[in-house]
């Protein structure tokens, strides 16, 4: 881009770095008070452009310095396409071109380049009969702490690929698993078998790259049901993070409506669950599924409000090892900071020895995610809840919290053998 005054410097530190790095752009040469207009532009993996722009004023010296996390949160579709979620299961380096802009005419730019994978780490597809998923090992510089991690009713990769991608910028092994909804797995989330997720956990923990005894799981929303099943069911699990978590198990769906068919299986039987498609609901599933977006919260609540079978409750209390449990209260999907804190009771009454914890968010809804990604747009086909900059806020509060959580409860890498920034100076 031709600029129209070369004596005005844009920079921006970090410029190259993880997506979960926060940037501050900083700008000299400019008269003294003068007002500036930040704008950037990104084309997404879909080739997709989103644009932002934030104003502000130089100070007395003529410089001005800016926190980039309002511009990248305020992101939104550009070129007339419709206004929808950023997406949730690319790992391709976001590359941001950020214009200085002076009464509506550019005079500097720089290109701000975010990655979910970090340089050395090493990425593995695995797509067979025994698990599908993708592997992230940081350099072989001996065996770290494992985390596995699965999204939730989605299917695929969406959430697992870019947290377990970041987790190993961050020195850990990570594998992101996915278990149904493509390729040789189940089409719909119906009667998943727990021993898919066993023997992946029994592979996992047994690679080279993996330490021992140091092996957790994360999820999301179904996920997170699923994380905390695998957590009171797996000694070998060690530590669970559970976003937008459940205290019961539910029916299974098939595609967007609810099964009356259990969502696990063990043992060749299904695991117990709370029915989504009682008789007694179906004129709340009705109004539910005639609006738009769809919001969900009605069918949970009038579940809870009814019957809902105590074999069906997850016996969290059986977890070896510490729970982490992340919320948002604006969550319209399901109450998940109300089942939270039925997790947490559980956990207290059962006199649960390790030290659990619940974070939850005001202004933040279902789809908590990584730091550092737009939030302008939280609803999709489905009501998530959330607000902008709540959601943003509560991102990266929470992913803190992740990485402080494993670190404390699985171990921290060598510093000798770090990625990613950690307290506040860069490792090899």
């Not at 050395?120 to 702490?145: I, K, M, Q, W, Y």
């Not at 997720?197 to 140091?214: E, I, N, P, Q, Y």
């Not at 699990?237 to 559970?242: G, L, N, S």
């Not at 992740?402 to 860069?426: H, I, K, N, W, Y």
Request: glycine share 10%; proline share 8%.
């Amino acid at each position: 881009m031709t600029v129209a005054n070369e004596s005005i410097v844009v920079t921006a530190s970090p410029a190259t770095g993880l997506i979960d790095e926060p940037v501050k752009i900083h700008a000299s040469g400019l008269p003294p008070g003068a007002p500036l207009v930040l704008r950037a532009f990104l084309l997404d993996s879909r080739g997709t452009p989103w644009t932002s722009h934030v104003s502000v004023e130089a100070d007395a010296r003529g410089t001005v310095a800016a926190d980039c996390e309002e511009l990248i949160s305020m992101l939104t579709v550009a070129g007339g396409e419709p206004a929808r979620p950023f997406d949730g299961t690319s790992i391709s380096p976001l590359r941001f071109e950020i214009v200085a802009e002076m009464s509506g005419r550019p005079v500097a730019a720089i290109e701000v380049c975010r990655r979910y994978v970090a340089d050395g780490v090493r990425r593995t597809e695995l797509s067979d009969r025994n698990r599908h998923g993708l592997l992230f090992e940081p350099p072989a510089d001996g065996p770290r702490p494992g985390v596995v991690v699965v999204g939730g009713s989605s299917g695929g990769l969406f959430f697992a690929s870019q947290m377990a991608a970041l987790l190993a910028g961050h020195g850990f092994t990570a594998l992101a698993l996915a278990y149904f909804g493509g390729g040789l797995l189940p089409p719909h989330l119906v009667e998943i078998p727990l021993e898919y997720f066993t023997s992946t956990l029994d592979w996992f923990s047994s690679l080279a790259s993996v330490k021992r005894g140091s092996v957790g799981v994360m999820g999301i929303s179904r996920g997170a049901e699923l994380v905390l099943l695998l957590g009171s069911r797996t000694p070998l699990v060690r530590a669970v993070v559970a976003y937008s978590p459940s205290n019961v198990v539910w029916s299974g769906l098939r595609g967007d409506s609810p099964s009356e068919a259990s969502a696990w299986t063990h043992g060749g039987k299904p695991i117990p669950f709370a029915s989504l498609t009682d008789p007694r609901f179906a004129g709340v599933r009705k109004r539910v599924f005639a609006s738009s977006p769809i919001e969900l919260m009605p069918m949970f609540e009038a579940a809870f409000a009814g019957h809902v079978p105590a074999d069906a409750a997850i016996p969290v209390e059986q977890t070896n090892g510490p729970i982490l449990l992340v919320s948002g209260e604006d969550d319209r999907m399901w109450p998940s900071t109300w089942m939270g804190e039925r997790v947490m009771e559980r956990l207290a009454a059962c006199g649960h020895p390790f030290p659990s914890r619940h974070v939850h968010y005001p202004k933040a809804g279902h789809f908590m995610r990584a730091p550092g990604v737009s939030t302008s747009v939280l609803n999709g086909k489905f009501a998530l809840g959330g607000e902008r900059a709540g959601q943003a806020t509560a991102n990266r509060a929470a992913w803190t919290e992740t990485l402080s959580f494993l670190v404390a409860t699985l171990g921290m890498p060598e510093r000798s053998d770090c990625l990613a920034v950690t307290g506040g100076q860069r490792c090899r």
